[in-house]
């Protein structure tokens, strides 16, 4: 296929390459940017306890189709779940959003919820519960948190430097003394103290599954993105090239593009990154898996790694299907030569009990 269409590479121990490769080799700037950007999921199981949400894997309900949709501003997920069991099983579900940290950011990029996000059952909206969890290097501090007062919204947005755009209480002098005693605050530049926590946030309902019928669910959202101006680089950069497979097709095109734009060579690029793994806490994993890979225009490229060969559906999309899929690794998508930034700021997530 042509150099400015897609070519995927499996990932490393996945087998024979299926074909050619569009990849890329950038400088360490835009490499850092690409490794950063948070990543959503699929919804898994779970079960909610007094440490929070646990993971969990059902035998009854299968995962009979997923199919996912990928672009630079774009993720649309839709599932079929059949409950395989004599009776009716009732699960909670579990969507989980990126981790992000309380105290001060310049701007809400990647944080929070993402634009455009809906949950849908069945075709129509599903009301959803919030849970979320305060982290300090690796220990869950929300309970210390609630035990010194602080509200939901205290934790999870931190008074005058929530990124949201939120009011939010201030904190008492006595509340600050403690949290700055006990390491729970950290200080900004040279005089400001914001929290050192982070907060990982995820939405669950419960859904019933009837024995022998098919539940359909939805979400659609705009992805948080590592997004810029990527510059052609032709040394040695073995993390990138791991990450989305990339090999030295993809560079006669990308320089190519880079001459195209001037004198800085730049070609404008995208990140996006997708949880596939918690697929697997369904009965068999994703027994019908489609991946449906979407440029914004035909000239615009995309390099991951990924099993399976891909199928040109029309000049702007590309298809995998597998059969029985069980995700060893999660998706990174490098899309090149995109229109605009493709940022989405997040949005305050939903506080509800």
């Known amino acids: 296929m042509g150099a400015t269409d897609f070519c995927i590479a499996a990932p490393p121990g996945a087998g024979a390459r299926q074909g050619g490769l569009i990849g890329v080799r950038t400088l360490a700037a835009a490499l850092a940017i690409a490794s950063a950007v948070p990543a959503m999921a699929n919804d898994g199981i779970a079960a909610q306890s007094a440490g929070g949400i646990v993971f969990g894997k059902t035998d009854a309900v299968a995962m009979k189709k997923e199919v996912l949709s990928v672009s630079a501003g774009l993720i649309k997920v839709e ?12 699960e909670t579900i579990f969507f989980p959003l990126p981790e992000y940290a309380a105290g001060y950011h310049g701007s809400p990029t990647y944080y929070g919820q993402p634009q455009q996000f809906t949950i849908e059952v ?15 290097a690796g220990k869950d501090v929300t309970a210390r948190l609630r035990q010194l007062g602080l509200t939901d919204q205290q934790i999870a947005y931190f008074p005058s430097h929530t990124p949201f755009d939120q009011q939010v209480a201030s904190l008492s002098e006595a509340q600050r003394a403690i949290l700055l005693k006990e390491g729970l605050l950290a200080q900004l ?29 939805r979400h659609q959202y705009a992805p948080f993105v590592a997004a810029g101006s990527a510059a052609t680089y032709l040394g040695d950069d073995k993390e990138f090239e791991r990450k989305y497979c990339t090999d030295q097709g993809f560079q006669k095109t990308w ?10 060579g ?8 997708y949880i ?5 806490t369904w009965k068999n994993g994703i027994e019908d898996f489609s991946l449906n890979l979407i440029k914004g225009k035909p000239d615009e490229l995309i390099s991951l790694c990924f099993p399976g060969t891909f199928t040109k559906v029309n000049p702007t999309t590309l298809q995998v ?11 990174d998508v490098y899309f090149g030569n995109v229109e605009g930034s493709g940022m989405h700021e997040g949005v305050a997530p939903a506080i509800r009990p």
Do not use: C, H, I
């Not at 599932?79 to 009732?90: A, G, K, P, R, T």
């Not at 596939?276 to 697997?280: E, K, P, R, V």
């Open 189 to 217: 530049y040279d005089e400001e103290w914001v929290p050192a926590w982070t907060v990982k946030v995820s939405y669950l309902w419960q859904q019933t599954f009837p024995a022998g019928k098919v539940v359909r669910v």
């Open 122 to 136: 069945d075709g129509k909206r599903k009301p959803y519960d919030t849970n979320f969890v305060a982290m300090l």
């Open 79 to 90: 599932y079929e779940f059949l409950n395989e069991s004599q009776s009716d099983v009732e």
């Open 255 to 264: 320089q190519r593009l880079a001459a195209r734009a001037g004198e800085n």
């Open 266 to 273: 730049v070609v404008n690029a995208v990140a996006v990154s």
């Open 321 to 331: 299907r597998l059969r029985n899929f069980r995700p060893q690794q999660d998706l």
């Open 276 to 280: 596939l793994t918690t697929g697997n």
